[in-house]
C-alpha cells in the first residue's frame, strides 16, 4: 500500500472535479426531465386530438348512464304473448337481413336501422344515444 500526501492545489483541484461532476449530473437530470415532459405533452396531445381518447372518453360518459329497465318488464304478460318477434319494429313488416342496434339489443331490418340511426342518432325505441358503427349484423341460417 502507497499512502500519497495531498497539498492544497491537489484538493482544490479535488473539489473542482467534484463540481463539475456535480454539474454535469444536474444538467442530466434536468435533460431527461425535460424529455419526459415533453413526451407527455404530445402524449397529451394525442389523447385529446384521436379517436383513442375520444372512445374512452365516451365510455366514462356511457358508464354513467342510467339505462331504462327492459320494455318487456313495462308489459303485461298477455301483451307480451302477442309480440311477433320476426317483425321489425320500424316497418312493422318481415325482417330482411336482421341487424341488432348494441346499445339496446332490439332487431330491425337493416334498411330501416341504418337509415333512421343515421339521420337521429338514436335508437327509436329506448332514445339512447346510437351510431352507424353500434349496428351488428345477424346471421340467420336459412330455414
Known amino acids: 500500500m502507497h499512502l500519497v500526501k495531498l497539498t492544497e492545489i491537489d484538493l482544490g483541484e479535488a473539489n473542482r472535479k467534484k463540481s463539475w461532476r456535480l ?22 396531445d394525442f389523447y385529446y386530438n384521436s379517436n383513442i381518447g375520444e372512445n374512452f372518453r365516451m365510455e366514462q360518459r356511457v358508464r ?11 308489459l ?7 309480440l311477433e318477434t320476426n317483425k321489425c319494429p320500424l316497418c312493422l313488416q318481415q325482417r330482411v337481413n336482421d341487424t341488432a342496434l348494441a346499445v339496446s339489443g332490439y332487431v330491425f331490418c337493416y334498411g330501416c336501422i341504418y337509415s333512421y ?13 346510437a351510431n352507424v358503427d353500434d349496428l351488428i349484423k345477424i346471421f340467420v341460417p336459412p330455414p
Open 117 to 129: 340511426v343515421e339521420q337521429e342518432m338514436k335508437c327509436p325505441i329506448t332514445n339512447l344515444p
Open 64 to 74: 354513467n348512464w342510467k339505462y331504462p329497465s327492459a320494455p318487456h318488464k313495462k
Open 76 to 82: 303485461r304478460e298477455s301483451s307480451v304473448l302477442l
Open 23 to 44: 454539474l454535469a449530473i444536474l444538467t442530466t437530470i434536468l435533460t431527461r426531465c425535460i424529455t419526459f415532459g415533453l413526451y407527455f405533452i404530445q402524449f397529451l
